[in-house]
Each structure stands twice: as C-alpha cells, then as structure tokens.
C-alpha cells in the first residue's frame, strides 16, 4: 500500500531539485539585496528629513529669540499720564482724608501703569493737593504741606 518512505530519486530528478533550490536561493539573494539597498534608502531619507527638522528648529528659535531682543531693545513711547481728576481733591482738612486715600487706592491699580517712575505717579496724587472749589492749589494748605516737603 502506502509507505512513508520515498522511493529514491533518479539522477536527473535530483539535479533539477538542485537547480530549482539553488533558483530559489538566488532568488531569495537578489530580494535581500533589494531590501537592504531600499533600508539603506530609507535611512538616508530619514537622516535628511531629520536634518531639516533639526534645521528648521533651530531657525524658529533663532527668529524667536530674535524678535525678544527686538521688542526688549525697542524704545518705547512714554506712557500718556492720566488726567487730574477733578473729583478727588484733598486741601488738608482731616474730615477729606479718608475719601481721598480711598479714591487714590480704588484709582491706582488701574492707572499705575501709565507712570514713568514712582516720583510721577506721587506728583500726580499731590496734583489732587487743592480745594474742593478748585481754587489755585497755592491757597490749600495740604499743597503747602507738600511743597516744603519737596
């Protein structure tokens, strides 16, 4: 019947299992080529686009940097000083003083902003040294007070 042994192959049956192994192998051969060759490509590629990010990163940071350099070094035009405000005054009567300091504290973190040095912003509190019928500020006493202290 059936056996599991093969029978033996007759000289010209080997030889041509021999040339379809060693088609194969070349076959195989050529196809590793081609896949290192198209791995060696890839690499390359890879090397190159890194290269750019690398590049293109560096030029974003060197234009960032840049443009802080430029907006710190830039001179800029002086804040415009807020207007006197006509309702606050203070002209030295203890009874005013309350209102007034509470008016300058509400009035200041809005408007801090806009002085040069702290000796402006005191100049302009002191602006609001008068009476409250707006007469000249040399008749107040609070102005007084603050120009001799000047």
């Known amino acids: 019947m059936f056996s599991n042994t093969r029978e033996p192959l007759t000289h010209s049956e080997g030889s041509d299992d021999h040339v379809n192994y060693s088609f194969r192998i070349g076959a195989l ?6 896949l ?3 791995l060696q490509e890839t690499k ?6 890194q290269g750019t990010v690398e590049d293109l990163f ?7 940097s840049h443009l ?3 907006t710190s070094t830039r001179p800029s035009s002086p804040p415009v000083e807020p207007p006197i405000l006509q309702h606050m005054f203070f002209s030295g009567l203890p009874n005013e003083l309350p209102p007034f300091l509470y008016l300058i504290d509400d009035h200041m973190p809005s408007i801090h902003h806009k002085f040069n040095t ?13 009476p409250c019928n707006k007469q000249t500020a040399a008749t107040c006493s609070a102005y007084n007070w603050w120009i001799s202290v000047l």
């Open 36 to 38: 290192t060759n198209q």
């Open 68 to 70: 802080n350099n430029n």
């Open 58 to 64: 560096n030029r974003f940071n060197s234009s960032h």
């Open 29 to 34: 051969e050529q196809q590793v080529i081609l």
């Open 118 to 130: 702290e000796q402006r912003c005191i100049n302009w509190i002191a602006c609001h040294f008068r």
């Open 44 to 49: 390359a590629t890879e090397n190159r686009i």
